[in-house]
């Protein structure tokens, strides 16, 4: 692994020395045991309390989302900047990649309380339904936010004293970006901070291949040192054809089949082959089952059918799934859980006005159902959902779009969110390079320098998931060098946007 430091894992590293203990032969469950009572007991959950559930669920906007048309800054001043360097047309209408600014007062967002400076920012045209749970208190913005090992200035990052100023590795690569985003680590790293929380909660999970499950393939983010990453379809489990339905119309086959597929063997990796195959047997029948006894209890109605606005929404798809195993979690046995959903096609080098609104539409309606859902369930102080990307982008324009950026703004929505507000500090907007303090908070062509980094972010959403303080470091391997004891309270451990 990059940069993780899992011996700091205490209570994984309970998991690596059971197997240690292995070799007190006999012994080796009192061992187990033992251990046990000091470490696996994660979130001090209460087994017989069905109230007793969080779930975190992390909408990833593959391709790097650009910040400057999402939230959009629309204060007068600042929102001329804007205009004038995306080629705004005259008195505020539209032009080159800039929106009109009559078209964002529908999502104008108001803060309970004010930013500093008369800052004001609007979402995108198309949001209107997180506009709408911003302004009554569902959802918050995070302002400026992206990898960052240790805090820094303009001036440190042009410096070439790495060892005093280390950089995130690879910026401005999607491959990269995307995996330190997820994990702290560039393209390769095995170990994410959503299973890291995962390796913390299969303790509280009476089925804890449940714990960690995502609706979009596989990625680096559900995987734990123990938690696996268990993936389903926006349709439910992922079936075993041959063990579900008859093999060339012969029902002999298929047991045949079943059989051959799940039976012990001698050789060593056949063995463990055909132990994987059952647990996949296995979890599917009860994932399925889980799903049905949800749909026909009427437990979640609103999700089926699925609601017509939804039709060709992959992203909407994907969260009807996370709800409808939320629904079921109880038959599937989990307290703790975390998500992992995903919508691709943000890399705008081109056609950014005529393509992002589709995008934005999509994150909207998705994530505000998502939460609607999560209120009918009743769980919806107890669910949260948070957007990722690869980067932000650059304010200046290419022509068409915007180019690989750094920073960017994020979402958060959910019950349990401090909501009506926004986190962190708003950037100044600026493309030029000069000593003026409005240019100190950009890389080049408007690219931000995060003034939060995703450690700080993510230990945000920890904290509230259950994980000590005395945890994140082991989750979080920069977060040492933010907050008070780093001597850095500019830059808080906790953005302070959940609830306790």
């Given at each position: 692994m990059y940069l993780l430091q899992p011996h700091l894992h205490t209570r994984r590293a309970f998991l690596r020395r059971a197997g240690q203990l292995a070799m007190t032969g006999t012994a080796l469950p009192m061992a187990l045991n033992l251990a046990a009572l000091g470490e696996a007991a994660a979130f001090n959950v209460n087994p017989s309390d069905p109230n007793d559930y969080k779930a975190l669920v992390c909408v990833f906007l593959y391709g790097g989302n650009d910040y400057a048309n999402t939230v959009v800054t629309y204060d007068d001043p600042s929102y001329n900047l804007y205009s004038a360097v995306r080629g705004g047309g005259a008195g505020q209408s539209a032009g080159g990649i800039a929106l009109a600014k009559s078209e964002l007062a529908a999502t104008l967002l108001s803060?309970?309380?004010?930013?500093?400076?008369?800052?004001?920012?609007?979402?995108?045209?198309?949001?209107?339904?997180?506009?709408?749970?911003?302004?009554?208190?569902?959802?918050a913005v995070q302002l400026n936010v992206g990898p960052l090992v240790v805090p820094l200035t303009r001036a440190e990052y042009n410096n070439s004293n790495r060892v005093a100023y280390p950089l995130p590795p690879k910026l401005f690569s999607h491959n990269d970006q995307q995996s330190i985003w997820q994990s702290s680590s560039p393209e390769g790293s095995t170990i994410g901070w959503g299973g890291n929380l995962g390796d913390l909660a299969l303790a509280s999970n009476t089925n804890s291949l449940f714990t960690c499950i995502s609706v979009t393939g596989n990625a680096v983010f559900l995987s734990g040192d123990s938690a696996l990453s268990y993936q389903v379809s926006t349709s439910g489990a992922v079936a075993i054809n041959g063990v579900k339905s008859n093999v060339y119309g012969s029902s002999a086959v298929k047991t045949a089949l079943t059989s051959l597929i799940q039976q012990p063997r001698a050789h060593t990796l056949e063995n463990e082959y055909n132990k994987v195959v059952t647990r996949a047997v296995n979890s599917e029948t009860q994932v399925t089952s889980a799903l049905s006894a949800t749909a026909s209890a009427g437990v979640a109605p609103f999700l089926e059918p699925m609601?017509?606005?939804f039709s060709g929404n992959s992203l909407a798809s994907q969260l009807k799934m996370v709800a409808r195993l939320i629904a079921g979690r109880a038959a599937l046995g989990n307290k703790r859980q975390v998500f992992l959903v995903s919508l691709g096609g943000f890399d705008l080098h081109d056609n950014l006005i005529s393509q992002q609104p589709i995008l934005m539409d999509r994150v909207s309606e998705a994530m505000a159902a998502f939460h609607d859902a999560t209120v009918s369930l009743g769980v919806a102080n107890k669910v949260t959902a948070f957007t990722a990307s690869d980067f932000g982008r650059t304010l200046a324009s290419n022509g068409d779009g915007s180019d690989h950026g750094w920073g960017g703004h994020h979402i958060v929505v959910g019950g349990a969110v401090k909501g009506k507000a926004f986190y962190g500090n708003a950037p100044p907007v600026s493309v030029t390079s000069t000593s003026a303090p409005d240019d100190q908070w950009h890389v080049g062509q408007g690219r931000l320098l995060p003034?939060?980094?995703?450690?700080?972010?993510?230990?945000?959403?920890?904290?509230?998931f259950g994980v000590a303080d005395s945890e994140l470091a082991g989750i979080l391997p920069n977060l040492k060098h933010f907050g008070v004891a780093a001597g850095r309270p500019d830059y808080p451990s906790d953005m302070g946007f959940m609830a306790a």
């Amino acid at each position: 692994m990059y940069l993780l430091q899992p011996h700091l894992h205490t209570r994984r590293a309970f998991l690596r020395r059971a197997g240690q203990l292995a070799m007190t032969g006999t012994a080796l469950p009192m061992a187990l045991n033992l251990a046990a009572l000091g470490e696996a007991a994660a979130f001090n959950v209460n087994p017989s309390d069905p109230n007793d559930y969080k779930a975190l669920v992390c909408v990833f906007l593959y391709g790097g989302n650009d910040y400057a048309n999402t939230v959009v800054t629309y204060d007068d001043p600042s929102y001329n900047l804007y205009s004038a360097v995306r080629g705004g047309g005259a008195g505020q209408s539209a032009g080159g990649i800039a929106l009109a600014k009559s078209e964002l007062a529908a999502t104008l967002l108001s803060p309970t309380v004010p930013l500093p400076n008369a800052r004001q920012y609007a979402l995108h045209p198309a949001m209107t339904g997180l506009a709408a749970l911003f302004n009554s208190g569902q959802a918050a913005v995070q302002l400026n936010v992206g990898p960052l090992v240790v805090p820094l200035t303009r001036a440190e990052y042009n410096n070439s004293n790495r060892v005093a100023y280390p950089l995130p590795p690879k910026l401005f690569s999607h491959n990269d970006q995307q995996s330190i985003w997820q994990s702290s680590s560039p393209e390769g790293s095995t170990i994410g901070w959503g299973g890291n929380l995962g390796d913390l909660a299969l303790a509280s999970n009476t089925n804890s291949l449940f714990t960690c499950i995502s609706v979009t393939g596989n990625a680096v983010f559900l995987s734990g040192d123990s938690a696996l990453s268990y993936q389903v379809s926006t349709s439910g489990a992922v079936a075993i054809n041959g063990v579900k339905s008859n093999v060339y119309g012969s029902s002999a086959v298929k047991t045949a089949l079943t059989s051959l597929i799940q039976q012990p063997r001698a050789h060593t990796l056949e063995n463990e082959y055909n132990k994987v195959v059952t647990r996949a047997v296995n979890s599917e029948t009860q994932v399925t089952s889980a799903l049905s006894a949800t749909a026909s209890a009427g437990v979640a109605p609103f999700l089926e059918p699925m609601p017509a606005t939804f039709s060709g929404n992959s992203l909407a798809s994907q969260l009807k799934m996370v709800a409808r195993l939320i629904a079921g979690r109880a038959a599937l046995g989990n307290k703790r859980q975390v998500f992992l959903v995903s919508l691709g096609g943000f890399d705008l080098h081109d056609n950014l006005i005529s393509q992002q609104p589709i995008l934005m539409d999509r994150v909207s309606e998705a994530m505000a159902a998502f939460h609607d859902a999560t209120v009918s369930l009743g769980v919806a102080n107890k669910v949260t959902a948070f957007t990722a990307s690869d980067f932000g982008r650059t304010l200046a324009s290419n022509g068409d779009g915007s180019d690989h950026g750094w920073g960017g703004h994020h979402i958060v929505v959910g019950g349990a969110v401090k909501g009506k507000a926004f986190y962190g500090n708003a950037p100044p907007v600026s493309v030029t390079s000069t000593s003026a303090p409005d240019d100190q908070w950009h890389v080049g062509q408007g690219r931000l320098l995060p003034s939060t980094s995703v450690d700080q972010y993510a230990a945000t959403l920890a904290r509230w998931f259950g994980v000590a303080d005395s945890e994140l470091a082991g989750i979080l391997p920069n977060l040492k060098h933010f907050g008070v004891a780093a001597g850095r309270p500019d830059y808080p451990s906790d953005m302070g946007f959940m609830a306790a």
